[in-house]
């Protein structure tokens, strides 16, 4: 659990943080007490200068040892409570990492990333303030009943604190009504945000229809509801202090007329009394923040919860142990009975399939939509593991070899293009500084992308992205399949890149690329054109994950089958220019 | 901005509630004056009847003066609680309002303005920068009348007890203000830093959760944790300094009140010592609470600082999308079409760029009669789907002309062009709600019947009918339940439900199958019939039987005609066609 590993290494720095919030508190106490004592001496007839100097000076110091405890526990604490959230968004960005994509593709999941990254602010704030509160609070509190009724009266104390459990509960159950409450208002905003989002994200549409005043009507209800929650969560709220303060407002007077008889029958001295109501005061804030400390425990304990979750998610593709492969891929690919089904799923999406790709071939592979053709691809990349026995480069298992070595060897082309939001050359060479200029250059000009890249004003250093330039589809696809290209892959997969380019731009991609398969790259290419496929050494057609046609461009033509159905199709339908 | 133009700029969504202000303002007077009474009756006690031993006669006792200290707790406890409930529902009602204006003026931003911004970027104006202001309103505004009047009265009631004390007493203020300044300037500064870290972080975990995949298969997990440790160390750092400073105010703070404590009881002490001016023991007792009750307030406000900043920086921010109005769309101005119009379009001379720069569109002519087809084709960046936009006016044009049946379309109303002209985009938007409500988009005089209809003629009434519940099935959030083809089929729905006389199509690139592909020529078919159709193309195919075909490169019209002209020509056109 990452709190014991937090703990483990870093929990020792909470030790002189509690050290000096117990010593903080304690020392807190002592100037009511100080007081009493100087007008103890004040109202004799005859004053003792000395002491109540003695007293003032004792006010100052205690003063200062406030100042400095309080200083110290708190950069103590709070900074450990920061450590704390730098530590656990760092441990989650790292299993991040490491977690496979069947972990990102399950939606619900997506809910949970969102709130974890949210959670770690709540459980910051249960071992930061939430913890120094209730230290600091039951050690006041303890201090300061044990001087009032030790060093005061204990009949006093015991009968001024007695609305105080009362308020104790009070203050617990109205906190529970408010956090009620509260969730209410979280649901109402995030009704609020849910429908802003989706306007936002339609209001291409919402103008086409002139729709915006329909909108501001769905909107109004939500905004309503904003409203209602928030002032139903306000009577609750705002009732808590001002309760206390009555509750306390009876303390205050049963210690005044009580304590006012003790001190006229001579019981107590008047600084007793002027130091009874000090530490009186001292417990107020303590009681008052109980509902404050309850609402962060529980807030930090579910959110610690859903982190902790999404934390033992564990990661599906583990590193090889035994690395029989040695050294850099070659290219030769062998796919053999290789049948597969995702966790979870009740079908098999890969049934038997096989194949043999030498280096320098190149294998087309065409397929409806859910034939198998990214589950290929996965697996390929071992982003999934395969049965042993099942893919193997150059002859060893892909169990055999490293995660490192298999992925360096294959340049993969996505079929979304997604880019991050960085320079163009950063996104080229994906941020390995290793990778020179030239070899970015060079991989745009295969890429097709290089004259679109240079017409920028800041040609290579353009920023992509949400704060960047928009690029098209095609642009984008194609600085994805430079970037696949930069580091000279003995293998490289086009997983249905080519289709958000038009067939003049697929046309030159392909044509540049021949000169790559030729240099010696093996080729996947996955594809739902067959201007793509026809120049491809060997073409399959899976069909819910098994293969129903094999052979060369020619041969499939003859064949008749799906293939060549489709091709006769798309000459029909010759295609045009890319939006 | 500074903090008083906040106030000004929240001024007047108050005025209509002055009211019930100055209502609060008399409470908040009334728990003012009870709270400051509380260490009065104290000194009473003390002096009048502690030392100076007064007997007790009925409430003239230590006895009534209990009562009055309870009386006044609980006066002080009730109204503190109406005041706070309604200057909240006030603050509310505020936020309501200002919620309800940013997600108006986002409604009425035109594409021009809403193209800069990031969808992300408006939303957290609408949500997030309101509910920063929320946090103003309940966790600020509540106490600080209360605060401020707090402030003022004590002054007041030390200054009239004891005056030389009382100017002993206030020797802290400046130190107070001292320190809340020096702390708070730097504390600001370093607030900006931490919150732009976040968001950075933030940000990038979005960015590589979505990119996780690419991330894994190119192994850059070591280069991306660096950069984000970078980004999560400094983040680290400056929160640290933010603790120092917050660990370092609240304590000297006490401090300060301490040491005038301390002041008071030395002060005290002499003047009791040598008799000089009669200083009751009770009077110092009594000023120890109230500096106690003085220091409350300002701390409160120092702590509330980090509230009160992130609040300004949102109305700056609320308010910088606000102040924009002259840009707003006005979809009533403009002369009200009031018959369906024939569906005539014709651009003249129309010339065109998004940043007024660069021109997407040169001089582009054509018309298009009524009830007749035109397609537009051409590469990428020919300007083919900057056509759509300016039809219904998405977009200003900067020269020449676009007419409706003979009428210049800037001097219309947006709002029936664009009920005339019917869009539907590449990238097909479904909010979530039902079917039904998907076609009828908030139009209720569109019939259930017609609701049928348009389902049917459109060919989506082929899976709606397999759907449980039918029209009435749930759309959920942008209809991922739904196939790109089948969404484009209710796109089509949508679209002829509200019956317009121009029908502008911008065809999707995404693969469908080819069963639905069928659907949706025979959709397109049955749309065409008695409107006029344009269709941006991005397949030959489709565009065949269209009466015109406008071939557009860099922005101008090269080619015009029917398929067989244009083959004939054997120009641009019959290139496209070759390519394939």
């Given at each position: 659990?990452?709190?014991?590993?937090?703990?483990?290494r870093?929990?020792?720095?909470?030790?002189?943080?509690?050290?000096?919030?117990?010593?903080?508190?304690?020392?807190?106490?002592?100037?009511?007490?100080?007081?009493?004592?100087?007008?103890?001496?004040?109202?004799?007839?005859?004053?003792?200068?000395?002491?109540?100097?003695?007293?003032?000076?004792?006010?100052?110091?205690?003063?200062?040892?406030?100042f400095?405890?309080?200083?110290l526990?708190?950069?103590?604490i709070?900074?450990?409570?920061?450590?704390?959230?730098?530590?656990?968004?760092?441990?989650?960005?790292?299993?991040?990492?490491?977690?496979?994509?069947?972990?990102?593709?399950?939606?619900?999941?997506?809910?949970?990333?969102?709130?974890?990254?949210?959670?770690?602010?709540?459980v910051?704030?249960?071992?930061?303030?939430a913890?120094?509160?209730?230290?600091?609070?039951?050690?006041?509190?303890?201090?300061?009943?044990?001087?009032?009724?030790?060093?005061?009266?204990?009949?006093?104390?015991?009968?001024?604190?007695?609305?105080?459990?009362?308020?104790i509960?009070?203050?617990?159950?109205?906190?529970g009504?408010?956090?009620?409450?509260?969730r209410r208002?979280?649901?109402?905003?995030?009704?609020?945000?849910?429908?802003?989002?989706?306007?936002?994200?339609?209001?291409?549409?919402?103008?086409?229809?002139a729709?915006?005043?329909?909108?501001?009507?769905?909107?109004?209800?939500?905004?309503?509801?904003?409203?209602?929650?928030n002032?139903?969560?306000?009577?609750?709220?705002?009732?808590?202090?001002?309760?206390?303060?009555?509750?306390?407002?009876?303390?205050?007077?049963?210690?005044l007329?009580?304590?006012?008889?003790?001190?006229?029958?001579?019981?107590?001295?008047?600084?007793?009394?002027?130091?009874?109501?000090?530490?009186?005061?001292?417990?107020?804030?303590?009681?008052?923040?109980?509902?404050?400390?309850?609402?962060?425990?529980?807030?930090?304990l579910?959110?610690?919860?859903?982190?902790?979750?999404?934390l033992?998610?564990?990661?599906?593709?583990?590193?090889?142990?035994?690395?029989?492969?040695?050294?850099?891929?070659?290219?030769?690919?062998?796919?053999?009975?290789?049948?597969?089904?995702?966790?979870?799923a009740?079908?098999?999406?890969?049934?038997?399939?096989?194949?043999r790709?030498?280096?320098?071939?190149?294998?087309?592979i065409?397929?409806?939509?859910?034939?198998?053709?990214?589950?290929?691809?996965?697996?390929?990349?071992?982003?999934?593991?395969?049965?042993?026995?099942?893919?193997?480069?150059?002859?060893?298992?892909?169990?055999?070899?490293?995660?490192?070595?298999l992925?360096?060897?294959?340049?993969?082309?996505?079929?979304?293009?997604?880019?991050?939001?960085?320079?163009?050359?950063?996104n080229?060479?994906?941020?390995?500084?290793?990778?020179?200029?030239?070899?970015?250059?060079?991989?745009?000009?295969?890429?097709?992308?290089?004259?679109?890249?240079?017409?920028?004003?800041?040609?290579?250093?353009t920023?992509?992205?949400?704060?960047?330039?928009?690029?098209?589809?095609?642009?984008?696809?194609?600085?994805?399949?430079?970037?696949?290209?930069?580091?000279?892959?003995?293998i490289?997969?086009?997983?249905?890149?080519?289709?958000?380019?038009?067939?003049?731009?697929?046309?030159?991609?392909?044509?540049?690329?021949?000169?790559?398969?030729?240099?010696?790259?093996?080729?996947?290419?996955?594809?739902?054109?067959?201007?793509?496929?026809?120049?491809?050494?060997?073409?399959?057609?899976?069909?819910?994950?098994?293969?129903?046609?094999?052979?060369?461009?020619?041969?499939l033509?003859?064949?008749?089958?799906?293939?060549?159905?489709?091709?006769?199709k798309?000459?029909?339908?010759?295609?045009?220019?890319?939006? | 901005?500074?903090?008083?133009?906040?106030?000004?700029?929240?001024?007047?969504?108050?005025?209509?509630?002055?009211?019930?202000?100055?209502?609060?303002?008399?409470?908040?007077?009334?728990?003012?004056?009870?709270?400051?009474?509380?260490?009065?009756?104290?000194?009473?006690?003390?002096?009048?009847?502690?030392?100076?031993?007064?007997?007790?006669?009925?409430?003239?006792?230590?006895?009534?003066m209990?009562?009055?200290?309870?009386?006044?707790?609980?006066?002080?406890?009730g109204?503190?609680v109406?005041?706070?409930?309604?200057?909240?529902?006030?603050?509310?009602?505020?936020?309501?309002?200002?919620?309800?204006?940013?997600f108006?003026?986002?409604?009425?931003?035109?594409?021009?303005?809403?193209?800069?911004?990031?969808?992300?970027?408006?939303?957290?104006?609408?949500?997030?920068?309101?509910?920063?202001?929320?946090?103003?309103f309940?966790?600020?505004?509540v106490?600080?009348?209360?605060?401020?009047?707090?402030?003022?009265?004590?002054?007041?009631?030390?200054?009239?007890?004891?005056?030389?004390?009382?100017?002993?007493?206030?020797?802290?203020?400046?130190?107070?203000?001292?320190?809340?300044?020096?702390?708070?300037?730097?504390?600001?500064r370093?607030?900006?830093?931490v919150?732009?870290?976040?968001?950075?972080?933030?940000?990038?975990?979005?960015?590589?959760?979505?990119g996780?995949?690419?991330?894994?298969?190119?192994?850059?997990?070591?280069?991306?944790?660096?950069?984000?440790?970078?980004?999560?160390?400094?983040?680290?750092?400056?929160?640290l300094?933010?603790?120092?400073?917050?660990?370092?105010?609240?304590?000297?703070?006490?401090?300060?009140?301490?040491?005038?404590?301390?002041?008071?009881?030395?002060?005290?002490?002499?003047?009791?010592?040598?008799?000089?001016?009669?200083?009751?023991?009770?009077?110092?007792?009594?000023f120890t609470?109230?500096?106690?009750?003085?220091?409350?307030?300002?701390?409160?406000?120092?702590?509330?600082?980090?509230?009160?900043?992130?609040?300004?920086?949102?109305?700056?921010?609320?308010?910088?999308?606000?102040?924009?109005?002259?840009?707003?769309?006005?979809?009533?101005?403009?002369?009200?079409?009031?018959?369906?119009?024939?569906?005539k379009i014709?651009?003249?001379?129309?010339?065109?760029?998004?940043?007024?720069?660069?021109?997407?569109?040169?001089?582009?002519?054509f018309?298009?009669?009524?009830?007749?087809?035109a397609a537009?084709?051409?590469?990428?960046?020919a300007?083919?789907?900057?056509?759509?936009?300016?039809?219904?006016r998405?977009?200003?044009?900067?020269?020449?002309?676009?007419?409706?049946?003979?009428?210049?379309?800037?001097?219309?109303?947006?709002?029936?062009?664009?009920?005339?002209?019917?869009?539907?985009?590449?990238?097909?938007?479904?909010?979530?709600?039902?079917?039904?409500?998907n076609?009828?988009l908030?139009?209720?005089?569109?019939?259930?019947?017609?609701?049928?209809?348009?389902?049917?003629?459109?060919?989506?009434?082929?899976?709606?009918?397999?759907?449980?519940?039918?029209?009435?099935?749930?759309?959920?959030e942008?209809?991922?339940?739904?196939?790109?083809?089948?969404?484009?089929l209710?796109?089509?729905?949508?679209?002829?439900?509200?019956?317009?006389a121009?029908?502008?199509?911008?065809?999707?690139?995404?693969?469908?199958?080819?069963?639905?592909?069928?659907?949706?020529?025979?959709?397109?078919?049955?749309?065409?019939?008695?409107?006029?159709?344009?269709?941006?193309?991005?397949?030959?195919?489709?565009i065949?039987?269209?009466?015109?075909?406008?071939?557009?490169?860099?922005?101008?019209?090269?080619?015009?005609?029917?398929?067989?002209?244009?083959?004939?020509?054997?120009?641009?056109?019959?290139?496209?066609q070759?390519?394939?």
């Open positions: 659990m990452v709190l014991a590993r937090f703990m483990k870093h929990g020792w720095r909470y030790l002189p943080g509690v050290l000096f919030l117990v010593v903080n508190a304690w020392i807190s106490v002592l100037p009511a007490r100080v007081l009493g004592d100087v007008i103890d001496e004040m109202s004799l007839p005859v004053i003792d200068t000395a002491k109540v100097y003695q007293g003032i000076l004792y006010l100052v110091l205690a003063a200062l040892a406030i400095l405890t309080r200083y526990w708190r950069t103590f709070m900074g450990n409570a920061r450590r704390l959230e730098t530590f656990m968004r760092r441990e989650l960005f790292v299993h991040f990492q490491s977690l496979s994509m069947d972990f990102y593709n399950h939606s619900a999941t997506g809910d949970l990333i969102a709130y974890a990254i949210n959670d770690i602010g709540a910051r704030q249960t071992f930061g303030p913890l120094a509160l209730s230290i600091n609070g039951v050690v006041t509190s303890l201090v300061s009943i044990l001087s009032m009724s030790g060093g005061v009266n204990g009949s006093l104390t015991l009968y001024s604190l007695l609305p105080v459990p009362v308020l509960v009070l203050v617990v159950l109205m906190g009504q408010v956090r009620a409450r509260f208002v979280q649901e109402a905003f995030a009704a609020v945000s849910g429908r802003v989002n989706e306007n936002i994200n339609g209001i291409r549409v919402i103008k086409a229809y729709q915006e005043d329909n909108e501001l009507g769905r909107f109004e209800g939500l905004n309503r509801d904003m409203l209602s929650t002032v139903a969560m306000v009577k609750a709220s705002s009732a808590m202090g001002p309760m206390v303060g009555f509750i306390f407002g009876i303390s205050f007077t049963i210690s007329i009580y304590g006012g008889s003790l001190l006229r029958a001579g019981q107590i001295s008047l600084g007793d009394f002027v130091a009874f109501n000090g530490y009186l005061t001292l417990i107020v804030n303590p009681v008052q923040s109980i509902a404050r400390v309850i609402n962060l425990l529980s807030r930090g579910a959110s610690l919860r859903r982190y902790n979750q999404v033992a998610a564990p990661p599906m593709v583990v590193e090889s142990i035994e690395n029989a492969h040695e050294g850099p891929l070659k290219g030769g690919i062998q796919v053999k009975d290789l049948s597969f089904r995702y966790p979870y009740p079908d098999f999406a890969l049934r038997g399939l096989s194949f790709l030498e280096p320098g071939k190149t294998l087309g065409l397929g409806h939509t859910g034939s198998g053709k990214t589950t290929l691809c996965n697996l390929l990349l071992k982003l999934y593991n395969p049965p042993e026995g099942s893919v193997f480069y150059d002859g060893a298992d892909i169990h055999q070899i490293q995660l490192d070595t992925r360096e060897g294959i340049g993969y082309v996505p079929q979304d293009n997604f880019l991050f939001s960085a320079s163009i050359r950063e080229i060479r994906f941020f390995d500084d290793l990778v020179g200029d030239e070899a970015v250059v060079t991989a745009a000009k295969q890429a097709d992308i290089y004259q679109n890249i240079i017409a920028f004003p800041n040609g290579f250093d920023t992509v992205g949400e704060r960047g330039v928009t690029l098209s589809g095609g642009q984008k696809q194609r600085i994805s399949i430079a970037r696949a290209l930069v580091k000279r892959p003995p490289l997969i086009l997983d249905d890149a080519l289709s958000a380019v038009d067939a003049q731009t697929e046309y030159d991609i392909l044509n540049s690329l021949r000169g790559f398969f030729e240099g010696g790259t093996s080729g996947i290419i996955v594809a739902h054109r067959i201007s793509a496929l026809m120049h491809c050494d060997e073409i399959i057609v899976l069909d819910e994950g098994r293969v129903v046609e094999r052979g060369s461009h020619e041969q033509m003859q064949k008749g089958g799906f293939y060549a159905e489709t091709a006769q798309q000459a029909d339908n010759q295609e045009g220019g890319e939006g | 901005m500074r903090k008083g133009s906040m106030t000004a700029r929240l001024w007047p969504f108050l005025r209509p509630q002055l009211g019930l202000l100055l209502l609060c303002c008399a409470m908040v007077l009334v728990v003012n004056l009870s709270e400051l009474a509380k260490p009065y009756i104290l000194e009473i006690v003390i002096d009048r009847y502690l030392v100076a031993g007064r007997p007790d006669n009925g409430l003239d006792s230590v006895w009534g209990g009562l009055a200290f309870l009386l006044c707790a609980g006066l002080s406890s109204l503190n109406l005041e706070a409930v309604a200057v909240n529902r006030m603050g509310q009602s505020v936020l309501m309002d200002i919620r309800r204006m940013v108006r003026h986002i409604q009425h931003m035109p594409m021009r303005i809403l193209d800069r911004f990031s969808s992300g970027r408006l939303i957290t104006r609408a949500t997030n920068d309101v509910e920063t202001l929320n946090e103003l309940s966790d600020v505004l106490n600080l009348f209360k605060d401020i009047f707090m402030l003022i009265g004590i002054v007041v009631t030390m200054l009239m007890m004891d005056w030389q004390l009382a100017l002993l007493a206030f020797t802290g203020v400046p130190f107070v203000f001292l320190v809340t300044f020096i702390v708070r300037g730097k504390l600001r370093n607030f900006v830093v919150k732009a870290l976040i968001s950075r972080i933030n940000g990038f975990f979005a960015e590589n959760i979505s996780m995949r690419l991330v894994q298969i190119f192994r850059r997990e070591r280069q991306k944790l660096k950069e984000f440790d970078e980004m999560n160390d400094a983040y680290y750092a400056s929160t300094v933010q603790v120092r400073m917050n660990s370092f105010m609240r304590p000297v703070m006490e401090v300060i009140n301490a040491l005038v404590i301390a002041l008071l009881v030395w002060f005290g002490c002499r003047s009791i010592g040598l008799n000089a001016s009669g200083l009751e023991i009770g009077v110092l007792y009594a609470n109230y500096i106690r009750q003085f220091f409350e307030p300002i701390n409160d406000l120092a702590e509330k600082y980090a509230t009160i900043q992130s609040a300004v920086v949102s109305t700056e921010r609320i308010y910088e999308l606000l102040d924009d109005k002259a840009n707003l769309e006005d979809l009533n101005q403009g002369e009200p079409i009031a018959a369906r119009p024939q569906g014709e651009f003249q001379h129309v010339w065109f760029a998004y940043d007024d720069v660069n021109f997407v569109l040169r001089d582009v002519s018309t298009i009669q009524a009830g007749q087809s537009f084709v051409g590469a990428t960046g300007g083919k789907t900057t056509i759509i936009s300016l039809v219904s998405f977009y200003e044009i900067q020269k020449g002309k676009i007419l409706l049946d003979g009428v210049d379309i800037s001097t219309l109303s947006k709002r029936t062009l664009r009920r005339h002209i019917a869009v539907v985009l590449q990238d097909v938007f479904l909010f979530s709600g039902t079917i039904a409500e076609v009828r908030g139009d209720e005089e569109i019939s259930d019947r017609e609701i049928d209809e348009a389902l049917r003629l459109t060919c989506a009434a082929e899976f709606i009918k397999e759907l449980p519940g039918g029209m009435d099935y749930p759309v959920t942008r209809g991922s339940t739904f196939s790109a083809g089948q969404r484009q209710l796109s089509f729905a949508r679209a002829i439900a509200h019956d317009p121009v029908f502008v199509l911008d065809e999707a690139t995404a693969s469908i199958d080819t069963k639905t592909e069928q659907l949706i020529q025979q959709s397109v078919k049955n749309l065409s019939v008695g409107r006029t159709m344009i269709i941006i193309a991005h397949r030959l195919s489709t065949r039987d269209c009466d015109t075909i406008f071939v557009m490169s860099a922005g101008r019209i090269v080619e015009s005609g029917n398929h067989d002209d244009l083959m004939a020509q054997n120009g641009l056109y019959a290139a496209l070759s390519k394939a």
